[in-house]
Nanobody, 118 residues
Framework: QVQLVESGGGLVPAGGSLRLSCVTS????????MIWYRQGSGKERELVAT????????NYRDAVKGRFTISRDNAKNTVYLQMNSLKVEDTGVYYC???????????WGQGTQVTVSS
């Protein structure tokens, strides 16, 4: 059974930090690219950061560059999102997403709420 379980969300003042984790099971984690998405209230889901299966390649949406860092530990089947200098506009539900080569298999976590207060 495939599982992606996010944790680490919460309420934080603007300028603060959070570290999200996504622990996975049920698939070969090291074969999958991992992606963090987020969805604000009334907004469309948007891609935040991606990391290749080896961790060698990362990409970020412009709004979070220099503030967020995606990383992974293939030995622990876990992907992380370190979020620093948080802004109110970073508020939303953050989702972990796994994608196999050629998008043959894709999996989603249930999401974790991040709320940044002004």
């Amino acid at each position: 059974q495939v599982q992606l379980v996010e944790s680490g969300g919460g309420l934080v003042p603007a300028g603060g930090s959070l570290r999200l984790s996504c622990v996975t099971s049920g698939f070969t984690f090291s074969n999958y690219a991992m992606i963090w998405y987020r969805q604000g209230s009334g907004k469309e889901r948007e891609l935040v950061a991606t990391i290749s299966n080896t961790g060698e390649t990362t990409n970020y949406r412009d709004a979070v560059k220099g503030r967020f860092t995606i990383s992974r530990d293939n030995a622990k089947n876990t992907v992380y999102l370190q979020m620093n200098s948080l802004k109110v506009e970073d508020t939303g539900v953050y989702y972990c997403h796994a994608r196999s080569p050629s998008d043959i298999n894709v999996y989603w976590g249930q999401g974790t709420q991040v709320t940044v207060s002004s």
